[in-house]
Structure formats: structure tokens, C-alpha cells
């Protein structure tokens, strides 16, 4: 088969060694002669792999002893509803930066009180609002760091004068994180930390215990801190593969050396689109997103869409196709996606250029 260059948008490329190990570990989980579809995780081996992803995601992103991190299912959509159960008490803010945002906001309205307190809806979402007040009188003030269908990002921890949570599921452990800055960071870990099936919340432990409604035993965070996110059957298989994951980006050099092999990457596919003749950017310039970089054809040119898109798989490109709400193109730019793989991409659109010289 020819190479290929996967950019889907999750779940989305893993590292091959993280693949390798997996297959070694269906067939045997460390030496116990037990798949690891298999293994109970009552047991001392699995124990310890738990144990191991808990500790490096605390060493990968510094989190500090005022956090925990958890591990569960359910989706990064079922954590839309925790947060709200965990913290919504009175009113909550939300800054409506895209679907997934629109999606956490509209939970939390079942809850209790929620609104928008900036929204960049007026421009399909292309840009991150700015010169909004944070007000002091909310329970939280919930963001999207990263908008996965419009790549749009916010690149640095904003400053808040309320608890800060933080949806962080398409830039998790893309880049270094101030970790004491937020009451809660969770997401899905099917971009940069492993496969679908497993959720992370990295939860400021005194944040919890506010509100005043029956909280789910299993929708109550602290029932997960207590026990070490076994209270119930943990999603075994996707928490070996993210503890694999986790192994890798350690290896590489972890978080800020990935941050300078994304923005590498990043830059690379951006300056080909702002070069480029028949390509033109959909984000604002400014929030730019390093993991999902989408793209359209340039005014003029949009009738060679398909072809492009033909053109494109043709070279091996996966996963290029814009989300359905934006159309065009959309490059992730996940962890494991290589700088080889984004030169490719960078070529195929220099040929189609040619092509149409
Ligand atoms: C930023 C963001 N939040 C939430 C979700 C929803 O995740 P899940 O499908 O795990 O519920 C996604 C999915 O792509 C996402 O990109």
C-alpha cells in the first residue's frame, strides 16, 4: 500500500509505537499471558499501568498537588453535563467559541443559569472573541481552548476572576499548560492523548463540593478522585493505549518539545496557504489554531474543490476534508502527525498549483 498521511480529526493518528505495543499487549498485557482485553483490572499489573498514566500526566503537564486527574468514559459531550452538575450552582458564563462550546453552554442551560458572554457566531466562529469582561458574580467561566472544526485556538491561560474550566480535548499536551490557572481541564482523549474511549478531567480538588444539588454517584467527581478512577470497570483498553501515548510523548521530550514541533508544523502548512494562489485561510490570522488548520479554495477557484480533494487522496492526503459545517479542507495537526507528513501535504498542494498554472 502507498504511504499514506492521515490528518483526520479524531480519532486521528496515534504513533507507531504506540500501535506496536498495543498489538503486543492484546496478545499478552506484560508477560501475565492475558490480553489486555482481558485482564482484570482488580489486578496488580493493571494496577500499576493505571498508576503509571496518573503519573504522567501529573510529570507531562506539572500539575500541581492541589489538582487530581481522572480517567472515565461517557465522551468529552458527557463532561459538557459533569462540569455543570460538579460546579453550576447559581449562574455560569460561557464563551461560545464554536459547536463544541455551543453544545457545553446548552447542557449547562438544563442544569441551571448559563449564557454567552462573548460569541463569534456572527463570523461562522472564525475568530476567538476579545475585550470581554469576566464577571465575578458567576461559578465559573467555561472556554474552549481549541475549536476543532474552525481552527481557532486560545493559545495562552487567560487570566480569570473566577474559576476557570477549560474544554481542552483537540490541544491537550500539544503545548505546556498553567495547570493552577484552572478549576478544571477535561476533554476526550482521542487527539494527542490516545484513543476514543476514555476521558481526562484534571480537577483543582477544592473547587469540588459547592454546589448544592444530589449529585450521580457516578456524575460526582469526587467519587472518581476517591477511587482512583476505578470506582466502576475503567475503559481498560483505550487507558493502555493512552498510557502508551503518554510514554511516547515523554520520550520525544514531552510537552515543550512538542509545542515546538507542532508550531513547526503549523507554521509550515500556514505559510503554503498564505503563499499559494488557489488556497486561502479560514480562520482570523491572529487565533490561528497549531492543531486543526483549515482552509478553502482561494476566491475564484472554488469550483477545483473536489478536484483537489480527488487530487489530494490520490497523494495518500487522509482526512482533509473540512467538517461539514465549514467546508474546504482541515489539516489536523495532532501530536503524532510528523512534519514529513505535513511537507507532503505542503507539496501536493505546490503540484495542484502547477497543475493549474
Ligand atoms: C473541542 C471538542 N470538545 C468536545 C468534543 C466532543 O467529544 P466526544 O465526541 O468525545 O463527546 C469534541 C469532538 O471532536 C471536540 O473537538
Known amino acids: 500500500m502507498a504511504k499514506v498521511h492521515v490528518f483526520n480529526a479524531g480519532p486521528c493518528l496515534l504513533p507507531q509505537p504506540v500501535i506496536d505495543a498495543s498489538i503486543e499487549a492484546l496478545k499478552d498485557f506484560k508477560g501475565t499471558g492475558v490480553s489486555v482485553l482481558s485482564i482484570s483490572h482488580r489486578t496488580k499489573e493493571w494496577e500499576a499501568t493505571m498508576n503509571e498514566c496518573r503519573s504522567l500526566w501529573k510529570e507531562l503537564l506539572n500539575i500541581p498537588d492541589t489538582h487530581e486527574v481522572v480517567f472515565l468514559g461517557g465522551g468529552a459531550s458527557l463532561e459538557f453535563l459533569y462540569v455543570a452538575m460538579n460546579f453550576l450552582e447559581k449562574k455560569a458564563a460561557y464563551l461560545d467559541t464554536g459547536v463544541w462550546a455551543h453544545k457545553a453552554l446548552k447542557e449547562a442551560q438544563g442544569i441551571g443559569e448559563a449564557y454567552a458572554l462573548a460569541c463569534s457566531k456572527d463570523k461562522n466562529y472564525s475568530y476567538i472573541p476579545k475585550g470581554y469582561e469576566i464577571p465575578t458574580d458567576i461559578d465559573y467561566f467555561h472556554i474552549t481552548t481549541n475549536n476543532t472544526i474552525y481552527g481557532t485556538e486560545i493559545k495562552e491561560d487567560i487570566d480569570c476572576p473566577v474559576p476557570l474550566i477549560a474544554d481542552m480535548s483537540s490541544d491537550i499536551l500539544s503545548r505546556p499548560v498553567d495547570v493552577s490557572k484552572y478549576a478544571l481541564i477535561y476533554g476526550g482523549a482521542q487527539k494527542n492523548a490516545g484513543p476514543a474511549g476514555v476521558i481526562f478531567a484534571i480537577i483543582r480538588k477544592d473547587a469540588l463540593g459547592k454546589v448544592s444539588r444530589y449529585l450521580p454517584t457516578m456524575l460526582d467527581y469526587r467519587t472518581h478522585i476517591e477511587k482512583e478512577s476505578m470506582f466502576n470497570t475503567p475503559p481498560v483498553f483505550s487507558i493502555f493505549v493512552m498510557n502508551e501515548t503518554l510514554k511516547w510523548l515523554k520520550g520525544i ?24 494562489s488557489l488556497f486561502t485561510g479560514t480562520a482570523a490570522v491572529e487565533d490561528r489554531s497549531i492543531m486543526n488548520v483549515c482552509f478553502v479554495m482561494a476566491p475564484g477557484h472554488e469550483d477545483l474543490q473536489d478536484e483537489f480533494m480527488a487530487f489530494s487522496k490520490e497523494r495518500g492526503m487522509v482526512g482533509i476534508k473540512g467538517h461539514r459545517s465549514v467546508g474546504g479542507f482541515r489539516a489536523s495537526l495532532y501530536n503524532a502527525c510528523s512534519q514529513e507528513d505535513v511537507e507532503a501535504l505542503v507539496a501536493c498542494m505546490q503540484d495542484f498549483e502547477k497543475l493549474h498554472k
Not at 521530550?253 to 499559494?276: F, P, Q, S
Open 253 to 276: 521530550g514531552g510537552v515543550e518539545e512538542m509545542n515546538r514541533i507542532n508550531n513547526r508544523k503549523a507554521a509550515t502548512l500556514y505559510a503554503e496557504i498564505d503563499r499559494n
